[in-house]
C-alpha cells in the first residue's frame, strides 16, 4: 500500500515537473514530505509483514544446513548495498527540498 501512494506521488511530481503545469512550492514540499514518510516506513511494514508470513519452523530447520549464497554482509563493517541505495535516495529527497525552498527563497511561489 505505501509502495503505491509513493508511486502516485512520484507521478504527481512527474506530472508537476511537466512545463506549462502551473504548482506552487507547498505543494512539492508536501509531496516530497509524503515520499519522506513513505521511504522511512516502507522497511519496517515490509519486515513486519515478511515476520508474519514466515513459517519459523522451516526457517530454522533451515539454518542447519550450510548455505553458501548469503546475501548480506558477514562482517558489521561491510557496506550493505541495499541500505547504501535507500540512504542515498532519502538524501537525494532532502536536497530537492532544499532547492524547492532556495529557488523559492523561503516564500510560498508559483512555477510554471
Known amino acids: 500500500m505505501i509502495a503505491a501512494m509513493a508511486m502516485r506521488k512520484l507521478q504527481a511530481l512527474h506530472l508537476i515537473a511537466t512545463p506549462g503545469v502551473l504548482t506552487t512550492t507547498d505543494v512539492i514540499l508536501a509531496i516530497i514530505n509524503d515520499l519522506d514518510r513513505a521511504l522511512l516506513q516502507a522497511p519496517s511494514m515490509f519486515l513486519e509483514r515478511k515476520a508474519t508470513q514466515t513459517d519459523w519452523d522451516k526457517e530454522f530447520e533451515s539454518l542447519n544446513g550450510e548455505s553458501d549464497s548469503l546475501n548480506f554482509p558477514i562482517a558489521s563493517d561491510q557496506v550493505d548495498p541495499e541500505i547504501q541505495e535507500f540512504q542515498l535516495q532519502h538524501a537525494s529527497l532532502h536536497q530537492a527540498v532544499q532547492d524547492v ?6 516564500e510560498i511561489r508559483f512555477f510554471q
Not at 101 to 106: F, L, P, R, S, Y
Open 101 to 106: 525552498v532556495e529557488a523559492a527563497e523561503g
